[in-house]
C-alpha cells in the first residue's frame, strides 16, 4: 500500500493516536500524530492538560507544521505512505481546523497520494474515560473528562474530501478500527 495517506480526525479521547499507531504499523506508514508538530511549542509553556494554552501557541505550532508538512510533500520518500491525526475540539470545526485539513489534504495532492478520510467519533462515557486517562499528560494531551459530553454531541467535521468513512469507536477496539479502515483502502 504505497503512497497512500490516512487522516484521521475526530475530538480528543477518541482513539486517533491509538488507532493510527495499530494503522500505522500494519500498511506500513509513518505515523504524524497532531502533537507531533505541537508538542514542541507546547512543552515550552509547560501545560497541565486542564488549562488552556496561551493563543499565541498556534502560531507557533503552524510554523512547525508547515515544515512538517513540506518536508513530506517534497523530500520523504515517493513510496512511503502517512497516517495523519488531528484533533478538533469545536463543533464543525474551528477555522483553524479546516487551514489545517486544507494543508495536510494539499500535501497528500502534493505527493500524488490516495487518500482516505476517517472521521472518528465515540460516546460521551467512553470519551470522558478516555480523556482522564493518565497516559494522556505524557504526549501533553488534554484531560478535561468534563468536556467530553460537547466532544461527543459535535458535528462531524467536514473537509470536503470525496473519500471519507465515519466509525463510532465507542465500543471498537483499535485493532478493529484499523481493520475497517484498511478494508476500506483494499475496496
Wanted: charged share 25%; proline share 9%; glycine share 6%.
Amino acid at each position: 500500500m504505497e503512497n497512500t495517506v490516512v487522516y484521521l480526525i475526530g475530538p480528543p479521547g477518541v482513539g486517533k493516536y491509538t488507532v493510527g499507531q495499530v494503522l500505522a504499523g500494519r500498511m506500513p506508514a509513518r505515523l504524524i500524530d497532531n502533537h507531533y508538530w505541537n508538542n514542541p511549542v507546547f512543552d515550552l509553556v509547560e501545560p497541565d492538560g486542564l488549562t488552556p494554552l496561551p493563543d499565541a501557541i498556534w502560531e507557533r505550532a503552524a510554523t512547525v507544521r508547515s515544515a512538517v508538512l513540506e518536508t513530506i510533500a517534497t523530500l520523504s520518500p515517493p513510496g512511503r505512505s502517512f497516517v495523519f491525526t488531528h484533533a478538533v475540539s469545536t463543533d464543525g470545526g474551528h477555522p483553524l481546523d479546516l487551514v489545517i485539513a486544507g494543508q495536510i489534504l494539499r500535501t497528500a495532492e502534493r505527493r500524488g497520494a490516495r487518500t482516505l478520510v476517517a472521521r472518528l467519533s465515540c460516546s460521551a462515557e467512553r470519551l470522558a474515560q478516555r480523556i482522564a486517562e493518565p497516559r494522556r499528560a505524557k504526549r501533553l494531551k488534554e484531560r478535561d473528562p468534563g468536556r467530553a459530553a460537547a466532544y461527543a454531541a459535535q458535528r462531524p467535521f467536514e473537509t470536503g474530501h470525496p473519500w471519507t468513512i465515519d466509525i463510532d469507536t465507542s465500543e471498537t477496539p483499535p485493532s478493529d478500527t484499523a481493520d475497517r479502515i484498511l478494508q476500506a483502502l483494499e475496496a
